[in-house]
């Protein structure tokens, strides 16, 4: 079958289709152009047997595609139609001798291409592809032998392509285009009735077309830039800690502690804290049990400052370490100002 590469061909495109990149969407695309349907030799067999030569003016050719667009790959479905008159026909043993000049030939494809885009730098790109399908192929009697012999033939054979052309963006959504198609289809043929009306007689020819299709390409949807991504706002970082102190041996706030308070729980306000942990320290003078309870009451008391500035009481937890976490080390029973704390941490 003299098809046997082509479609092999495209069949080997078709399987490399899973590589495509990301889908940007349908398009939709119209051509029209010349077409050139090649000389083609035909022979009668029967009783008989003629043999000649069909020459072919040059034609015409329009087409259509909807297809899908991979970002490279492009995958589409094709119609179209193509249409030659008759230049010049041999018959019988004059062949060369142009024997008269009538009738033309049509052709109805359907055919499913695999596209591959290369880009050629600013808006222009190339494409190569392949397709497989199916023509109608209908042809007067006179385009191929004698109108009194041989009625119109209408025949629907397997048919291939080879694709090539260039690209060029006019906008977003809209491409120019100008392809290059060489289509190939197996001998069309049918039978029919010597002149007698007795005996079978088959009538068969070479059918290849070179066709330029120039139009446009539309895009069904529009290719949006990729949406930028969502970069979650950085959180607001506010203190996460505020130190009180307190005086020796003592768990009420001094101005400046009340200040500190306030300034904590208009922290805690602004920046949406969801809990407060409130711990007391002491000094090392005095007894550890005496220090642990002092240390209860320095938490206490801040957080009663607190809930005074407007904090839920649910939101604040209370605690007290005694003189087991020092902030400056020092020995047994040293009155050290800085260990006499609370601490307020924001979470």
Not at 57 to 63: K, M, N, P, Y
């Amino acid at each position: 079958m003299k098809l046997r590469h082509l479609l092999l061909g495209t069949a080997c495109a078709l399987g490399s289709l899973g590589a495509a990149e990301a889908a940007t969407g349908w398009y939709f695309s119209l051509g029209a152009g010349p077409n050139w349907l090649n000389d083609s030799d035909y022979s009668i067999s029967g009783g008989t047997t003629y043999r000649g030569s069909t020459d072919f003016d040059t034609g015409f050719a329009v087409g259509s595609a909807i297809g899908y667009d991979w970002g490279r790959w492009r995958g589409e479905f094709e119609v179209s139609y193509r249409q030659n008159d008759v230049d010049c026909v041999t018959y019988g043993g004059e062949v060369g001798e142009c024997q008269y000049a009538d009738g033309g030939v049509w052709e109805l494809s359907q055919m499913v291409n695999v596209l591959y885009d290369v880009p050629l730098g600013g808006k222009w790109s190339a494409s190569v592809g392949a397709g497989v399908g199916g023509v109608l192929v209908v042809a007067d009697g006179d385009a191929i032998f004698q109108a009194s012999l041989l009625p119109d033939l209408d025949d629907y054979v397997v048919a291939g392509q080879l694709m090539a052309g260039v690209n060029y963006e006019l906008s977003d959504r809209w491409q120019a285009f100008a392809d290059y198609r060489f289509f190939l289809a197996d001998d069309p043929e049918m039978n029919f009735l010597d002149q007698g009306g007795e005996g079978a007689s088959t009538v068969s020819f070479e059918k290849s077309d070179h066709t330029i299709l120039v139009g446009l390409r539309f895009d069904l949807q529009r290719d949006g830039a990729a949406p930028p991504p969502v970069v979650p706002p950085a959180p607001v970082k506010g203190p996460k800690q505020f130190i009180v102190f307190f005086g020796f041996n003592k768990s009420n706030l001094t101005p400046e502690a009340a200040r500190v308070v306030a300034d904590a729980a208009a922290a805690a306000k602004e920046y949406g804290s969801a809990s407060i942990s409130v711990v007391g320290h002491t000094d090392t003078s005095g007894s550890d049990a005496y220090n642990q309870a002092l240390s209860m009451r320095r938490s206490q008391t801040v957080k009663d400052g607190l809930v005074a500035q407007g904090i839920p009481g649910s939101m604040v937890s209370t605690s007290g370490r005694g003189e087991a976490e020092l902030m400056v080390q020092t020995g047994n029973g040293v009155k050290e100002p800085q260990n006499r704390r609370a601490t307020m941490d924001l979470n």
